[in-house]
């Protein structure tokens, strides 16, 4: 595959800490660029990714407009995705940014209607839908526990006082809807529904724990699937001293499948179990799954992409990101209707 230079904006801790490692792990990508709005960070990290110092752009207009850049990679606050999508398709540059797809409802909706009215490469940076369980699931443990009819979903975790996130001025005052809830409830509801089909209606309820997380920061919900299934959607990060623990289970006419994925496992495990009874059940069986750099991953598809020029050859489309904040949007607009049904908004 040929060489690609990538261009980097927002310069911050994600951009040095994982996309930098990320890239120089790609064999036919290199960091050529970069601009930061504070333009001694951008330096910092092109002194780290060997970016001359000439490639320190001084404007998002000027970084998009260079012509020896293949694709652009956008860690900006997602309040600013849409301008940088704008100025995308401006300029034929194919372009990644990271997830949430937007931070509300009305951009992330513009973002769709432009990515659909051009043949460029966009994509969002959801790497949760590259990990391999999902594939377990669906390939291999759906087709055997029959119809799937319910599911119970639950990501729970303590709050991190040394969480290396939390004093980003951005995250502290959010712009995004509901802070945390889109900022990291859009992974988990990209799992979710990548196993299980797309959400139809909503009924949540919200807390917030912590003034720190700038907004609710708790989500208790059910949630009924366009295929019918029916199930709990439980996420926070936020409470006192327990163990992290994420869980996904799923219900079939014929058996059940347990994905647990906490993090004190050693490794990820799907357990799961055939038959129409308790009486006729298989007993558990287990397996081990393999997970693989879901960073990696993303990056290599996107850049299969840009080389392809086929914008369908992304696997987290614009509008495939849109149904995972939809899903938020019509949690947070139930919680303050105390929990009524809300429909998901589709695009
Ligand atoms: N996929 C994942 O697991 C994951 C994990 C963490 C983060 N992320 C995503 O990565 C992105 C960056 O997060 P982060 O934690 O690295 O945050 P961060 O450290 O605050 O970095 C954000 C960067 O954007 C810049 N910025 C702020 N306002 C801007 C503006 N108005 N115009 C242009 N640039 C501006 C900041 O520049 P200054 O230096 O001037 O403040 C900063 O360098 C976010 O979209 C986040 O959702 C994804």
Not at 71 to 96: E, G, R, S
Request: negative net charge.
């Amino acid at each position: 595959m040929s060489n690609l230079n990538v261009g980097i904006i927002g310069t911050g801790i994600f951009a040095t800490d994982t996309h930098l490692p990320t890239i120089n792990k790609l064999s036919n990508v290199t960091p050529t660029a970069c601009f930061n709005r504070t333009k001694a960070k951008a330096e910092v990290f092109a002194t780290k990714a060997n970016i001359p110092a000439e490639s320190v752009y001084d404007s998002l207009d000027s970084i998009f407009e260079a012509k020896d850049i293949d694709f652009i990679d956008a860690l900006l606050p997602v309040q600013y995705n849409l301008d940088a999508v704008k100025l995308a398709i401006k300029n034929n540059k194919p372009m990644v940014m990271e997830k949430p797809i937007a931070a509300n409802m009305d951009q992330a909706r513009e973002i769709v209607k432009l990515s659909r009215e051009s043949s460029l490469p966009i994509g969002v940076l959801e790497n949760w839908s590259f990990r391999s369980a999902i594939k377990i699931l669906k390939n291999e443990i759906l087709p055997q526990i029959g119809d799937v009819v319910s599911f119970t979903y639950s990501s729970t975790g303590p709050f991190n006082d040394d969480n290396k996130y939390i004093n980003t001025s951005w995250r502290v005052n959010p712009e995004h809807i509901g802070g945390y809830l889109s900022d990291g409830g859009v992974h988990q509801l990209a799992l979710l529904t990548d196993v299980l089909g797309e959400v139809s209606t909503v009924s949540a309820l919200t807390k917030q724990l912590r003034k720190e997380s700038g907004d609710v920061d708790v989500l208790f919900s059910t949630m009924k699937l366009d295929d019918g299934a029916i199930g709990t959607f439980t996420y926070g990060s936020a409470f006192g001293a327990t163990e992290k623990s994420l869980k996904f289970t799923i219900f079939g006419t014929n058996g059940s499948a347990i994905y647990d994925f906490s993090p004190s496992l050693s490794k990820p495990t799907i357990t799961y179990q055939t038959g129409a009874s308790g009486q006729t059940s298989s007993g558990p069986k287990v397996i081990e799954v393999d997970e693989i750099d879901t960073f990696v991953a993303e990056f290599e598809n996107f850049a299969a992409a840009v080389v392809s020029g086929n914008k369908d050859d992304v696997v987290v489309k614009p509008e495939h990101a849109f149904h995972h904040l939809a899903i938020v949007a019509a949690a947070l607009e139930s919680a303050d209707k105390d929990g009524a049904n809300v429909k998901v908004e589709k695009i």
